[in-house]
């Protein structure tokens, strides 16, 4: 198209675009005669729509322009823009809880409020506070207290009774009165409080209540042979309560009723199969057999064809959720829909976790943490719309765009830009939805994969896990180190450390556990300590992070053997994450390869790798480097 | 949860006509003697001042009984910037009862009672309307509102700050007749979506609709000067000087506010309202109305073309004293007689009794002012995050015939479900595209069909809250403005309201919005005090509900057709 | 909003406060000091919604002593304003935590460090504070007088309290001012409880 006249200008402006699941990132560079790259701007901005779909032009275009204007150039001196070819990849995330824990008949309370009242053990029959005026002095009484009652009231019942000679060697009471009712008593006695269902305990039963002092768990009630001693038990019936003695350990507090076939049981709930196929299999797998069975079955149908869940569980729900999701995205009008066939699900990572969750039959609200499975699955299609969205970007910018490279081999070009790094080189993009890795080995051959679970799979399970319920907190959990507020002065941090403040704390962070956000601390809703968040914070980067980090790199090293793999550079917005690169490092270090975060270009840090590496790759195409004369 | 009955007890044994009596809801109500040296009256107290006016120089040194080395900083700024020095002394001099005559009488121009008001000190002012009664108080209404045609204002919210909601509710309300609709949020950081949702839908409902959004100063500024809203109004002013310390203001600080609306074209007006001060317990011993007649001569004397009053959210203090909506009526008289635009109160949760609630509108109600309402919840008052109007979506009904039995203009009117239906779904689909355009969290057809159908919040289906904040986050990174939304109307095909809108943002170019009681038609013609001012001279004249409008007011929910009686109109 | 109170079936309590003194800076660190405005169980003797004062200091008092924490009561007497008075309050407690009372119900958890017209938790709606409500606050205040992150106490919310109360809480609190005394300090209080109809 250039007729003859001028010589070739000596640099020719190109731009690179990394259309990413949730950035789009544009590198400017321009190309000397002999292929001499000099780049000259990069810019970051959210990616419109779906990747790989024509609504990621707007993005494109904003990227692009975000760069010239850093640069200083216009779109007029664009000779070509570089699109990486992408597609489109939908992850999911579903969670089963699979096992559930039950009291029948009220057999007991452990759910441990913070205030009970007395101290040490007492045996005796179970009566209403409202029968008391009638009891007969003799066998020891454990007084149970309604709701409505009045502390000063039930104190004064209490000791009228034993004025009378009535043994009450402990109480139970609905409200959260423990502590003033016992200061009230002539004679001390154990008294457990905020039993919600205080009605359902039942009367005329064999019962024993015991309280540890502050700071100490109790002793008799969580010893099956103490639960034996108290209530006269042979072998075969201190068997039968041991899950009793089980559940309370680790209590201050706890009511323990002797009833003639009362129980606690820890049931499994099914939920269904996995079916996987792949590698000329067809697997199947229960979900409540837990993660590591799930993944042991995915390893053995790998590589993955597709997978489907049962109907009408959230696993199922979920995996349909992907393909239909990913069939809309790639329904474009006029044009034929594609064909279910072409929509599979690709990989599924399982990790085990827990969720607090009530217990059936409790009495007062007992809350266990119940075994969970929390599963991320990944959908991808061949199809992809690159080339629709080059030709809408060359429309808006008014200049050529073209499908540089794909995604994978791009990213390796640009992380090979990182300072200290050399073939064979391996990268790690750390996304949201998924965990993807290529490896450019020595002889410049390229492979990539994509596996599923990232960090919002983290975020789900710090949610869930701390019983958070809000996806926002658990969001800044997972990017923020954390710290307590111990006084409107000073915090501690999560590594010991105290800082002060010569301004005061707002009042909504004090005394709270709180993660140190750019804008300042924000309080964390949980009545956990910040050693238990913070365990359960490194925990869920690990199983996802690091598992995901060595199965994707499995995947591609020769062999599945990852010593042949000796650089390793980890991309993609949680690589900026204050923890998980470190965390990854450790898991690599026994294998002897290098791995740290990528800094693109010298100066980028882990971003705008697939953007530079498409500039590289086209600056150094034979085609390109050295443009014969015009003819 | 505290509905519950008033009096209980082991009481004598009560007559059965005392017990229905008793459980009436206007039992419910609250109230109270009056305690005039606290300032617990509503405009009768022996310890208001005597009006008194002096001028020196050109300066006004003496000031309903106070020397300028005595002024507070109320009396200075109105001394200073809301008195008309040249008449100050001759109009104050005027016998009170030809004042409040002239207020009445036909014969007295509008323009002939304004060169006497502008010279008038607060004193004088309560001095006048303290002469009159609550219908010659509605008679100087009449003629002294200053844009000739009378509108309502709608509160648009949505107690799960739903903007698919909002839109829809503010598309219906543009429909029914709101000239302004106004929204807030539960949770403030909803405010752009929420803001965005409110415009869009009112363009729908009807183009030329306004909008705002009433947050903390520097949001609801910038949202203004973005063109994501239309005007403000919640910009409050207090009758004391101890009360404005209080909130950290002046009277030259909310000035300054008010100029830098102006500044951008942008309409807005100032709220304040008997009560107010005398809740904080810092009324100074002066009557609520005293202190309000100050706070409408500080807006005067700011330059704001309007005032929000009529107690507004102190109105269960006026409320429970005696005379009390009589003073409530006189302070919306007297913004008007100032010649500011009035948005006349009727907008917050007043009373148990219906009976109650409906009386106290009429003095707004039959003589009209600028908006009867300021507003009239055009939402479940479940769903008012203004704390519940006075009015409701339930009393659509009962509030157009209440305009049809008198041949009065509310402002609103009956509008027919097909007609109701189809705006709240192309509102819906509208802020849909929107909200894809500039890639906010999506609404799904799921939601637009609900908006569509929908009565409440709990009609919806939930949306995910932390995308949305995060959305509404990026729309003021961004940087979005009005211009983005016309963008995304016009791309997907919603020109007509691409349209609206953009006519509207052009309004700020002409600053024909920042004339006195200034609304646009459906035809984006501005109507206000300089185009359609208000000239009432006595029967036969003013606004008159006749021709089309009067037409469009006949319809009912229900009318039975007289020629042929086994049918209904409609 | 059933769960039943749990007030006291015994005949109705009265409480007067007796003045033992001018209060001082506390030194126990397990202390909560809860201070009342001037007419708190003197002038006035139940709130806005009638809950007795008695009752009022009864269920604040227990909430604490539930949490194992001391209370001292604090009258004061120059100051209505609910922010003041609190934040005074806090700086005599040995803890730094004050609950702060009106005698209309308002009630507010104030820290010694915070500006004054910051809070812990406030509870401006007195028409909706019920002797629950009270417990909770005594209870609360004493966690953060432990340095633990209760929860903080539920608020309600109301359109109708408006029409019904606003009026009413307007005429309290200009009667609580009212009952100032100009120059008088805070001082400590003795409760001394009574039952109103013995025999």
Known sequence: ????????????????????????????????PEGAVSYLGTDL????????????????????????????????????VLLNEATPVISGLAMETITETIITESTMIGHNPTTPGGEGLGVGTTRSIAELGEQEPGEPVVCVVPHGW???????????????????????????????????????????????????????????????????????????????TVFGLDPAQTRQVSPVARALTGNRSAVVVRTPSGDVTDRRIPVGELVLRGAGKTLRVDVDAGAEAIMDVVGRAQPLDDAHGEPGTHVGGMLAQVRDTMADVMDLPGQPAVPVSEIAIRDVL????????????????????????????????????????????????????EIGGVEGEMAVSGALTTPGVDRPVAVLDLGGGSTDAALLTREGECTAVHVAGAGELVTKLIDSELALGDREVAESVKWFPLAKVESFFHIRHEDGTVQFFDEPLPPHVYARVVVLTPDGPAPVGTRHGLDHVRRVRREAKRRVFVVNALRALRQVAPGGNLRALEFVVLLGGSALDFEIPDMIADALAPHGIVCGTGNVLGTEGPRNAVAAGLVRTYAAGPMRAAPGPAT | MTSTAPRTGTAPRQSLRTEILEARPVNLDGFVEEWPEKGLVAMESAFDPAPSVRVEDGQIVELDGKTRDEFDFMDTFIANHAIDVASAERCTAMPSAEIARMLMDPRASRDEVLAVTRGLTPAKILDVVKLMNVVEIMQGMQKMRARRTPANQGHSTSARDNPVQVAADAAEGALRGFAELETTLGVLRYAPLVAIALQVGAQVGRGGVLTQCALE????????????????????????????????????????????????????????????????????????????????????????????NGSISCIGVPGAVPGGLRAVAAENLVASMVDLECASGNDQS???????????????????????????????????????????????????????????????????????????????????????????????????AAATYANSSNDYPFRDVLSDLKGAQSVMDREITGLDLVKGLEAAGFHDVAENLLTVLRQRVSGDLLQTSAVLTADFTPLSAINDPNDYAGPGTGYRLEGERWEQLKKLRHVTSSTNPETEVG | MTTPTATSTLPGRTVSL??????????????????????FAGHFSKTIVDVPHAEVLRQLLAGIEEQGVTAR???????????????????????????????????????????????????????????????????????????????????????????????????????????????????????????????
């Not at chain 2, 008012?384 to 609103?412: C, H, K, P, Y």
């Open chain 1, 350 to 401: 399982a990790v085990d976790t827990f969720v607090p969750a009530d217990v059936r039959g409790g009495l007062a609200g007992e809350v266990a943490l119940e075994n969970a499975v929390a599963l991320a699955a990944m959908v991808s299609t061949s199809r992809s719309r690159m080339q629709l969205v080059a030709d809408l970007v060359s429309e808006g910018l008014g200049a050529a765009a």
């Open chain 2, 350 to 448: 007043f009373s148990h009794s219906a009976m109650r609630r409906t009386a106290r509108a009429m003095p707004q109600l039959l003589p009209g002012t600028d908006f009867v309402c300021s507003g009239y919840s055009s939402v479940p008052n479940a769903d008012n995050m203004f704390a519940g109007s006075n009015f409701d979506t339930e009393d659509f009904d009962d509030w157009n015939t209440i305009q049809r039995d008198f041949q009065v203009d509310g402002g609103l009117r009956h509008v027919r479900e097909d007609e109701i239906l189809q705006a709240r779904d192309k509102a819906a689909r509208a802020l849909q595209a929107v909200f894809a355009h500039l890639d906010l969290p999506p609404i799904t057809d799921d939601e637009v």
């Open chain 1, 150 to 228: 009045d502390f000063d009231d039930a104190a004064a019942t209490i000791n009228a009774a034993v004025q009378r000679g009535v043994a009450v060697v402990a109480a139970i009471l609905a409200g959260d009165d423990a502590v003033l009712i016992t200061n009230r008593l002539a004679r001390a006695v154990p008294v457990v409080d905020e039993v919600a269902a205080v009605e359902k305990v039942p009367l005329g039963m064999l019962a024993a209540v015991e309280v540890a002092a502050p700071g100490r768990t109790i002793r008799t009630l969580s010893n099956s042979y103490g639960l034996a």
């Open chain 2, 217 to 308: 100063e520097a949001t609801e500024l910038e949202l203004g000067m973005r063109g994501i809203t239309a005007y403000a109004e919640t910009i409050s002013i207090y009758g004391t000087e101890s009360v404005f310390i209080d909130g950290d203001d002046t009277p030259w600080s909310k000035a300054f506010l008010a100029s830098a609306y102006a500044s951008r074209g942008i309409k807005m007006r100032f709220t304040s309202g008997t009560g107010s001060e005398v809740q904080m317990g810092n009324a100074e011993g002066k009557s609520m109305l005293y202190l309000e007649i100050r706070c409408i001569l500080m807006a005067k004397g700011a330059g704001v073309q309007g005032l929000q």
């Open chain 1, 45 to 80: 901005t959210r990616t419109t729509g779906v990747k790989g779909t024509p609504d990621n032009t707007p993005g494109a275009l904003t990227a692009i322009r975000g760069a010239l204007a850093r640069a200083g150039r216009s779109a007029g001196e664009v000779r070509t």
């Open chain 1, 1 to 32: 198209m250039r007729g003859p006249g001028p010589a070739e200008p000596a640099e020719r402006l190109i731009v690179g675009v990394d259309i990413g699941n949730s950035t789009t990132e544009a590198c400017l560079a321009s190309i000397g």
């Open chain 3, 18 to 39: 007796r003045e033992i003194g001018p209060a001082r800076r506390g030194t126990r660190e397990d202390e909560v000091v809860v201070a009342v405005s001037p007419a």
């Open chain 3, 73 to 199: 009561v604090v009258r004061f007497r120059d100051t209505a304003d609910l922010a003041a008075l609190a934040h005074m309050g806090a700086k005599l407690s040995g803890s730094g935590i004050c609950v702060g009372i009106l005698s209309r119900g308002t009630t507010i958890i104030h820290q010694k460090d915070l500006p004054r017209l910051s809070n812990l938790e406030l509870f401006p709606q007195s028409p909706l504070l019920d002797a629950a409500v009270f417990r909770m606050i005594g209870s609360n205040a004493a966690q953060y007088a432990k340095g633990e992150s209760p929860q903080p106490v539920p608020t309600r919310n109301d359109q109708m309290a408006r029409p019904r109360w606003q009026a009413k809480a307007a005429l309290l609190h200009l009667k609580e001012f009212e009952c100032i005394e100009a120059g008088r300090g805070p001082v400590d209080v003795e409760l001394v409880f009574e039952s109103s109809n013995a025999g």
